[in-house]
C-alpha cells in the first residue's frame, strides 16, 4: 500500500510500504477513507520527537472493515467504522474504570495517513457508524477517532460544569474541541486563549464568549478580569509545552483543576503553586473509546460539529505538503483522502 | 508570655515574648489550654526552611477566647475553639468555594506553642465546641486544629470512595488520620506504608487491613499484589518528599487520583507517568474551616479518636524537648500544654 512515512524530522513522504497483515486473532484491518494530520505529529516533524527512519506516521483515521481476525465477532469486512487513535480490549480493569488508554491490550493507529490501517483489539476498539457517513458530516466523524474526544477529555479532566467559567489555553484543533466540548457541558463564560482571526472565528463558533490574545502576565490578567478576580472554575491545557502549563495554573481559581492533554513537552509542573493554591491536574491520553458512542450520536444528531477544525483537505499523496501547512500555521487541521 | 520560638536550625526555646494585641477589629486572642508540634515544624527544625531568629513558631492548638476585636460578633472571652491553623473570612469567593486555605484574608496562627494566640477573621476563622471538652476528648479536639482535617483533605483530594481501595504514603501523624479518614469515608482496602511498629498498631487501630512495610520497587510490588495488579483507587502522600510522591503515583491506578497534602520539598512532579497513566493530582493546604463542622461531630459522637497520634505530652516549657522527640521519632506527635 501507499502510506505516509517520517524519514527525519521535516522529512515527509508518501510512498510503498508493506500491507499491514492481521497478527493476531483479534486484529483488524480498516481501509482509510479519510485520515488526518495530529498536531502531536508535529512534534516529530519538527525534532522534538526521535523518529525511526521510514515509519509510518498518522494515528487518526475512519473507514471501512477490510479484514477481521478469527476471533473478531462485532466487526466484518464492509462495515463503516471510527478508529480510537489507542486500541483497547474494553474489557480489562483499567478499560472499565474509563482509561481506555491505560488498557493493558494497548496499541495505536501507526497508519492512518495510509491506505490500510491495522486495528488491535478491533471489538474493543471499533465503533461502527452504522452507515456511511455523508460527506457532510465525513469531517466531523473523522473528528471522533481523537481530536474532539481528546477536548472532550481535557473538560472532562477539569471537571467543566455547567454555569461554570472555563479558560481553553491553546488555539490548536485540540483547544478548538476543547471549546466546544465545554460548551455542550453547559459552561457559562468560556475563554478561548487565541492570537489567531481564523482560530477566534472557529472558537467563538464553538462556543467561546471571550477571546485573550495576550500571553503571559498580560493573559493572566485579563482573565482575571472576566472572572472577577477569582480565576477559572475550570482550565483546559491544550498544548503541552512549559509556558502553556504555567498559564493554566497563573488562570485557575483556587480549588479548580487543570485538565491537560497536549502532550507534555520540556514541562516542570508548578507544585508549590498547585499546593498552596488547591489546583489540581487531571487528564493524560484520551480513553477515545470511552467517549465514542456519546460523541457520535452528537455528531449524528447535529449537536456537533467538530469537523469544522479541518480547514484544508488534501489528497493523501500530498501529505507532505500537508505537514508544512500546519507547521507553518497556515492550516490548523489538514484530513487527508486516498 | 512566654512561648515557643525558634532561633536556627535545631534551636527551639520556650521564652518570653511580647503578648499578642488585637490589631484589626476583626482579630481575637484565644488563651491556649492545648498546642502541639506539626511535622511541618520539623522542616525549619531540621534547617529545611528559613527561619526568622527568635520568632515564634507553632500554629497547631485549641483554648479559650480571651479578647476580641470591636467587630468579632459570634464569639466572646470565655467561649472554648478550636483554632484552625489557617485563619479565614469564610465569606470570600474561594472560601464559599471550599478552599479556606486560600482566602483573601489569609493569616496563620504564629504562636500555638506559646500561652496566647492571635487569630485573624475570627468570626470566619474559629468554631466554638459549646462546652469545654473533658480530659478524655482533649486530644481529639486539638487534632482538629491542623492534622484530622489534613489527612481528612488528602482523602477528599484523592476522592476516597466506598469500597474502594487507599494507599497511605506517610505514618505521621497526617498519614495516620489519612487512613482514619479513609476508614471513616467507607474504603474496603486501606493500606498504610509503614515500617514502625508502633505507627502500625495506630494505623491498624484507624482502620488499616494492610500494612508495607516495603519502600521503593518493593512497595509498589506489595501493592500491586494487594490491588491483583491493578494499583490503587486512591493514594494519599502524607509526607511531601519527592520518595514519597514517586511512591504515591507508582501505586496508583490509572485514572485515579493522589491526595497530596505534604508541604513539598525537592518534588519534581512525574508529569510523564501522570500523563500517559492518566493519574491525577490535587490537594494541598488543608481548608482546615471547611471540614471543622463535620470533624467536631464525629469527635464529639465518639466515632472518630485522631487524639491517638498524640503519644507524649509535654508542659510546654518542654518544647525543645518535644521537637527533639519528633525529629528523632521517639514520638508520633508531641502536645504541650502550658
Redesign the interface.
Known amino acids: 500500500m501507499r502510506a505516509t512515512t517520517i524519514h527525519g524530522p521535516g522529512d515527509i513522504r508518501f510512498e510503498e510500504v508493506a500491507d499491514p497483515v492481521i497478527r493476531k486473532p483479534t486484529d483488524a484491518i480498516v481501509r482509510v477513507t479519510a485520515g488526518c494530520i495530529c498536531g502531536s505529529d508535529l512534534w516529530p516533524y519538527r525534532g522534538e520527537n526521535p523518529v525511526r527512519r521510514g515509519s509510518t506516521i498518522g494515528h487518526e483515521c475512519i473507514g471501512v472493515v477490510e479484514e477481521v481476525g478469527a476471533e473478531v465477532r462485532d466487526f466484518r469486512a464492509g462495515d463503516f467504522v471510527v478508529v480510537p487513535f489507542c486500541h483497547c480490549d474494553n474489557t480489562c ?2 478499560c472499565r ?3 481506555q ?2 488498557c493493558v491490550n494497548i496499541s495505536m493507529t501507526a497508519s492512518g495517513q495510509g491506505e490500510l490501517a491495522l486495528v488491535g483489539q478491533a471489538d474493543g476498539s471499533l465503533v461502527a457508524t452504522g452507515d456511511t457517513p455523508g460527506d457532510d458530516e465525513l469531517a466531523s466523524v473523522l473528528a471522533l477517532s481523537d481530536v474532539m474526544p481528546t477536548g472532550w477529555h481535557a473538560a472532562v ?1 477539569a471537571g467543566v460544569a455547567k454555569g461554570g467559567s472555563v479558560v481553553v489555553v491553546g488555539d490548536g484543533a485540540v483547544g478548538l474541541c476543547g471549546v466546544l466540548a465545554a460548551s455542550v457541558m453547559g459552561a457559562e463564560t468560556i475563554v478561548a486563549m487565541s492570537r489567531h482571526e481564523p482560530r477566534q472565528l472557529i472558537a467563538k463558533d464553538f462556543g467561546a464568549t471571550h477571546v485573550v490574545a495576550e500571553r503571559g502576565d498580560a493573559a493572566e490578567e485579563a482573565v482575571m478580569e472576566i472572572t ?1 478576580g ?1 480565576g477559572a472554575d475550570a482550565v483546559l491545557e491544550c498544548v503541552g509545552t512549559d509556558a502553556a502549563i504555567q498559564t493554566a495554573f497563573a488562570v485557575a ?3 479548580s ?1 487543570v485538565g ?1 492533554v497536549g ?2 513537552h520540556g ?3 508548578p ?2 503553586r ?12 484520551a ?1 477515545v473509546r470511552r467517549y465514542l458512542p456519546e460523541l457520535l450520536d452528537l455528531v449524528r444528531d447535529g449537536r456537533i460539529d467538530p469537523g469544522k477544525v479541518f480547514d484544508l483537505t488534501l489528497p493523501m499523496a500530498e501529505s507532505p505538503e500537508g505537514y508544512r501547512a500546519m507547521d507553518e500555521r497556515r492550516a490548523i487541521k489538514v484530513m487527508l483522502r486516498p
Do not use: Q, Y
Open positions: 480493569a483499567h474504570a474509563g482509561v488508554s491505560a479532566s472577577d477569582v481559581r483556587p480549588g483543576t491537560f502532550v507534555p514541562v516542570e509542573l507544585v508549590g498547585m499546593f498552596s493554591k488547591n489546583v489540581g491536574l487531571r487528564g493524560g491520553v480513553p
